[in-house]
C-alpha cells in the first residue's frame, strides 16, 4: 500500500495512528537539546492494555461521549495519526514554558535538521501538505512578498506552472494547487521536454511505483531533464520511513516532504521537509507566523521542537526491533484465527519506505461463514471495544480482512485475536439472496434537492429499471455520471461517482419510495453525509418532426 493512495475498500472511512510498545522507548537524552530535556523522567507509556484499562470510563474521549478505537489500520489523519513518542512529548511541553521569536527558531532548526539529516536545510510545517504549500509558493514566488501577498491571483507572475506526471495526481495535490498554479501533467519524457517553459516553477512527484528506480519515468529520469534546466521537484514522500541522507535528494529531488505524524512519530500537526536552503528559506517566509497564503497553516514552537526531537528520536530507535515487535503482535491475532477451521492467514510484508508496515491477512470462504469481511470488519469497528481494520473481496472468491500492528499498544493485540475469533466464529444461517419485489417502477427523470450541511443544490437522476435493478445517470451542478443500484420494496439504494484527477467523490443514496418521491440519506466517506428529496419529473418533452433535407444546401 502506498502512501496517500485513497483505499477502494475499506470497511470504515480510512483509519489510523502509531503506537510502539516499550521495547522502542528511548530514555537516552538527545544530542542538541538543552539542560531542562531529560526524557528519564518521562512517563513510560509501556502499560500492557487490557479490555478493562481500554474500556475504562475515565477515558478523556469517553467523557465528550466519543469511543476510542484499536488502530489496525495504519497511520491516517482521520483517526489522528500516530501517538508522538515520550521524548516528543517530553521536548514540546519544555516548548510550551518560553517565548522564542519565530525566525530565530526556524534558523536554530533548520540547521539542526541539516545536520541530523545530512540535508542542505530543514524545515517544520503544519503538516505535509501545508509544507507543499509554501513549497510551492516559494518556487512561484522565489521569495518576493510583493508576489507572495498576490497569491493566488498570479497573473503577471513569470513563473505559474507546476508539472505533474499523471501517476503523481493525488488527493494531496490540492495543496499545490492551492497556491493558484496552472497544473501541466505530462506522461513520458517527450511529454516533460516539451511541458517545460519559462513559466514552470516546479515538478511536484509523488513517491509512488511509476516514480521508483528502474521505471521508464522515474524520479531520476525526472531530473535528468529538469536539472540542466534549473527546474526543482519536490517530492512527497509523506508516510515514507526517514532515510539519512534522503534517498531522494540523492536521486535528484530538491526537497522532500514528510508527515510528522506518520512513522517518524512525531507531532500529528507537523510536517518535515528538507532540502534546498533557498527554497525552504522562501517557504518558511511563505508560511505562519509571517502574513500572506500561508497565515492559514500556523505551526507553533511546540510542534517545531517537536518535530526536532521525533528527529533526534529516529536515529536512535532500534527500528529492527520494532519491527520484529510487529510481527509479532500479527502473530498473535493470526494463531487465534488459525484455531477456525477453514481459516487461512498470510503476512505481507513490504518491500518500499511507504507505510513500511507488515500486514496480516485473514481469509475465508463466505458461502461456508455466511459472512463477509466487510461485514466482520464494520462489527468490529461499531462494537466495543472497537476495532478498525480493513477487508478485502479477493479475486479467488474468498473475503478477507487485513490488520497493522505497528500502531498498536503492547496487549491490544490479544484484545484484538479475541475480538476476531468471538465474531467470525459465530455461528451464522445461510443468507437468503431472493430480493423483495419492487413497490413501484422508478423509472424516468427524477429532480433532486440535495440538502448539504448549509446549502440546497439541484441534481437530477435518468433512471433506468429492470426488475430489482436499477441503471442511468446522475447529473450534479459540474458534472454527469453514470449511477446504479436497486430497489426493494419501497428501499432504493444508489451509487455514482465523480472520477477526477486526484480526487474521487462517492454518493451512495439510501431512501425510501412513497408515490413519486424518493427520500433518504447519502453517504459521501470522508466528506461525511447529506439528505436528498427526489421528485419524479412528470413534464411531458416537446413533440416536433424532423424534415431531412433533400440535398446539400443552397444557402449557408
Known amino acids: 500500500m502506498k502512501r496517500r493512495n485513497v483505499l477502494k475498500q475499506l470497511a470504515m472511512i480510512p483509519l489510523a495512528g502509531t503506537i510502539l510498545g516499550k521495547e522502542s522507548v528511548l530514555a537516552e537524552t538527545p544530542k542538541g537539546f538543552s539542560a531542562n530535556f531529560n526524557p528519564s523522567k518521562v512517563t513510560q507509556t509501556n502499560e500492557v492494555s487490557t479490555v478493562a484499562s481500554f474500556m475504562a470510563a475515565d477515558n478523556i474521549f469517553r467523557s465528550i461521549g466519543v469511543e476510542p478505537l484499536i488502530n489496525c489500520r495504519g497511520a491516517y489523519t482521520i483517526i489522528g495519526g500516530c501517538l508522538e513518542l515520550p521524548p516528543v512529548r517530553e521536548a514540546m511541553e519544555a516548548a510550551s514554558h518560553n517565548f522564542v521569536q519565530y525566525d530565530e527558531l526556524a534558523a536554530g532548526i533548520g540547521q539542526r535538521l541539516a545536520d541530523l539529516t545530512k540535508s542542505e536545510w530543514g524545515m517544520v510545517s503544519a503538516g505535509c501538505a501545508a509544507g507543499m504549500k509554501h513549497i510551492t509558493a516559494a518556487c512561484v514566488t522565489g521569495g518576493d512578498p510583493e508576489k507572495l501577498i498576490r497569491i493566488p491571483d498570479l497573473s503577471g507572475f513569470d513563473k505559474n506552472e507546476v508539472i505533474i506526471p499523471l501517476y503523481s495526481r493525488n488527493t494531496y495535490d490540492h495543496s499545490i494547487r492551492n497556491i493558484g498554479v496552472k497544473i501541466v501533467h505530462v506522461t513520458n519524457v517527450a511529454e516533460l521536454e ?314 451512495y443514496f439510501s431512501g425510501n419510495l412513497t408515490g413519486d418521491s424518493i427520500s433518504g440519506d447519502i453517504h459521501m466517506g470522508e466528506y461525511r453525509t447529506a439528505k436528498f428529496t427526489a421528485v419524479r419529473n412528470t413534464t411531458k418533452p416537446a413533440r416536433r418532426k424532423v424534415l431531412v433535407p433533400k440535398g446539400p444546401p443552397l444557402a449557408t
Not at 468471538?422 to 451464522?428: G, P, S, V, Y
Not at 434537492?449 to 439541484?458: A, L
Request: glycine share 8%; charged share 25%; net charge neutral.
Open 194 to 507: 516539451k511541458a517545460i517553459n519559462p513559466k514552470t516553477a516546479m515538478i511536484y512527484v509523488n513517491a509512488v511505483n511509476g516514480s521508483f528506480t528502474g521505471q521508464p519515468f522515474s524520479l531520476e529520469v525526472i531530473a535528468g531533464v529538469a536539472k540542466p534546466k534549473n527546474i526543482p521537484i519536490l517530492i512527497d514522500a509523506a508516510a515514507e520511513n526517514l532515510t539519512i541522507p534522503s534517498v531522494h535528494i540523492k536521486r535528484g529531488a530538491d526537497v522532500v516532504a514528510y508527515s510528522g505524524g506518520k512513522a517518524i512519530r512525531g507531532p500529528q500537526c507537523a510536517g518535515l521537509m528538507l532540502g534546498r536552503k533557498d527554497i525552504l528559506e522562501s517557504a518558511w517566509q511563505s508560511s505562519s507566523p509571517h502574513h500572506g497564503p500561508g497565515r492559514d497553516n500556523k505551526v507553533g514552537r511546540e510542534e517545531m521542537i517537536g518535530m526536532m526531537a521525533a528527529v533526534e528520536t529516529w536515529i536512535k530507535r532500534d527500528h529492527d526491533a520494532e519491527y520484529k515487535s510487529w510481527l509479532t503482535r500479527l502473530n498473535t491475532i493470526a494463531k487465534k484465527a488459525l484455531t477456525i477451521e477453514g481459516v487461512k492467514t498470510s503476512i505481507i510484508e513490504p518491500e518500499e519506505l511507504s507505510n513500511k508496515h507488515p500486514t496480516l491477512w485473514i481469509s475465508w470462504d463466505p458461502a461456508k461463514f455466511n459472512v463477509t469481511g466487510y461485514e466482520i470488519a464494520e462489527e468490529l469497528g461499531s462494537t466495543k471495544p472497537r476495532v478498525a481494520i480493513g477487508s478485502k473481496d479477493q479475486t479467488d472468491g474468498t473475503t478477507s480482512i487485513d490488520l497493522v500492528s505497528s500502531h498498536m499498544k503492547e496487549g491490544e493485540d490479544t484484545i484484538v485475536a479475541e475480538r476476531v475469533y468471538e465474531i467470525l466464529n459465530r455461528k451464522r444461517s445461510p443468507k437468503s439472496t431472493a430480493m423483495a419485489a419492487p413497490s413501484g417502477n422508478i423509472g424516468g427523470q427524477w429532480d433532486v434537492d440535495v440538502q448539504f450541511f448549509s446549502s440546497t443544490i439541484k441534481h437530477s437522476f435518468n433512471i433506468q429499471q429492470d426488475g430489482n435493478w436499477i441503471n442511468g445517470s446522475h447529473k450534479s451542478q459540474f458534472d454527469e455520471r453514470s449511477i446504479g443500484g436497486t430497489i426493494e420494496g419501497n428501499q432504493v439504494k444508489l451509487s455514482s461517482t465523480i472520477s477526477k484527477p486526484g480526487d474521487q467523490i462517492t454518493f
